[in-house]
């Protein structure tokens, strides 16, 4: 008997799936023509925990999340938990994971190119035992994510400028609060922030790079302190992201570091984990797990080769 190739979690409320593009009928058709034996788990009925259990128990040795980036971070703790290689078809908003492994956006461009990607070893982060792939926000960012969730899927203007309005009177009421942050190694020490970020690996600087990450295999986490974050500083550091200057941005403070134990006064924080808003129980604890998770992805560009120096030419 034909042993199942993918299992795949199909998130019905995301992007291509919720407009009917992409559904159990199209991805059955196209892996059989692969000659691929599949399952798809696409019962919305089911809660979500017990179709990761579901994952976790089937024979498939590739698990494919398709969906956004909360679909891809929970099935990622799946496999790796379960020893399997995760598959990330892209139907979400931001498609962080996605669009920094170069995986296609486009449905049809990424199953044209299914067949040549390869397993890819990658870090993830973990905070109190839970994984994250992108980063983790404390403090201003996760009531704005709140609001925005309540108007997902308007289009209409008066939504927009509802969320616009209440984004200016959230940055202008935001007060620091101060945060005890211990580095792997040093001290513990006291910051006054209005937001914090833990990243898993860090975020490039360079023109049109808006969250960008060229290395997802550096085996460190980034801290990223925001002192401060009126609406002048949000369009200047909107600016220079475009830029590719807000690494330098006076509000900004950046640290690398393997693991760090952050502690607030509150015992159960609101925070954004791979843009799912969360509440988690303090202290945070984060570490960095090196090449933790394989993921099917597209080759990687070959670095460009370095000309060697007349030093080196010589054997000096």
Same mark, same amino acid.
């Given at each position: 008997?034909?042993?199942?190739?993918?299992?795949?979690?199909?998130?019905?409320?995301?992007?291509?799936?919720?407009?009917?593009?992409?559904?159990?009928?199209?991805?059955?058709?196209?892996?059989?023509?692969?000659?691929?034996? *599949?399952? =798809?788990? @696409?019962?919305?009925? #089911?809660?979500? %925990?017990?179709?990761?259990? !579901?994952?976790?128990?089937?024979? $498939?040795?590739?698990?494919?999340?398709?969906?956004?980036?909360g679909t891809a971070t929970a099935l990622a703790q799946v496999a790796i938990e379960a020893g399997k290689t995760l598959a990330?078809?892209?139907?979400?908003?931001?498609?962080?994971?996605?669009?920094?492994?170069?995986?296609?956006?486009?449905?049809?461009?990424?199953?044209?190119?299914?067949?040549?990607?390869?397993?890819?070893?990658?870090?993830?982060?973990?905070?109190?035992?839970?994984?994250?792939?992108?980063? *983790?926000? =404390?403090? @201003?960012?996760?009531? #704005?994510?709140? %609001?925005?969730?309540?108007? !997902?899927?308007?289009?209409?203007? $008066?939504?927009?400028?509802?969320?616009?309005?209440?984004?200016?009177?959230?940055?202008?009421?935001?007060?620091?609060?101060?945060?005890?942050?211990?580095?792997?190694?040093?001290?513990?020490?006291?910051?006054?922030?209005?937001?914090?970020?833990?990243?898993?690996?860090?975020?490039?600087?360079?023109?049109?790079?808006?969250?960008?990450?060229?290395?997802?295999?550096?085996?460190?986490?980034?801290?990223?302190?925001?002192?401060?974050?009126?609406?002048?500083?949000?369009?200047?550091?909107?600016?220079?992201?475009?830029?590719?200057?807000?690494?330098?941005?006076?509000?900004?403070?950046?640290?690398?570091?393997?693991?760090?134990?952050?502690?607030?006064?509150?015992?159960?924080?609101?925070?954004?984990?791979?843009?799912?808003?969360?509440?988690?129980?303090?202290?945070?604890?984060?570490?960095?797990?090196?090449?933790?998770?394989?993921?099917?992805?597209?080759?990687?560009?070959?670095?460009?080769?370095?000309?060697?120096?007349?030093?080196?030419?010589?054997?000096?």
């Amino acid at each position: 008997m034909q042993e199942i190739s993918y299992h795949i979690l199909l998130n019905a409320r995301s992007g291509a799936a919720a407009t009917g593009a992409i559904t159990p009928q199209v991805l059955q058709e196209f892996f059989s023509s692969r000659g691929d034996i *599949v399952s =798809i788990d @696409a019962d919305t009925s #089911i809660p979500f %925990a017990k179709r990761l259990q !579901r994952a976790a128990a089937s024979p $498939a040795k590739v698990l494919l999340a398709a969906g956004g980036d909360g679909t891809a971070t929970a099935l990622a703790q799946v496999a790796i938990e379960a020893g399997k290689t995760l598959a990330l078809m892209p139907l979400g908003t931001a498609n962080l994971l996605a669009r920094d492994l170069s995986i296609p956006l486009v449905v049809e461009k990424w199953l044209e190119g299914l067949a040549e990607m390869e397993p890819r070893r990658i870090d993830v982060g973990e905070v109190n035992g839970r994984i994250f792939l992108h980063k *983790v926000v =404390i403090g @201003a960012v996760p009531g #704005i994510a709140l %609001a925005r969730e309540q108007i !997902r899927g308007r289009s209409d203007l $008066a939504a927009k400028l509802g969320f616009f309005a209440y984004f200016v009177r959230r940055l202008a009421r935001i007060k620091r609060f101060a945060a005890e942050i211990t580095p792997e190694s040093g001290d513990p020490r006291i910051e006054r922030v209005q937001s914090i970020a833990v990243a898993n690996n860090d975020y490039a600087a360079g023109v049109g790079q808006v969250f960008t990450r060229p290395r997802l295999d550096a085996g460190t986490l980034s801290l990223y302190l925001v002192r401060h974050l009126s609406f002048a500083d949000a369009l200047r550091l909107g600016a220079g992201m475009l830029m590719g200057t807000w690494r330098t941005d006076e509000a900004i403070e950046i640290e690398n570091v393997k693991s760090l134990v952050i502690r607030t006064r509150s015992r159960r924080l609101n925070a954004m984990v791979d843009g799912e808003v969360i509440g988690l129980e303090g202290p945070l604890t984060f570490r960095i797990r090196p090449l933790a998770l394989s993921i099917l992805a597209p080759k990687p560009a070959p670095e460009p080769a370095v000309e060697p120096t007349a030093a080196v030419a010589v054997g000096i």
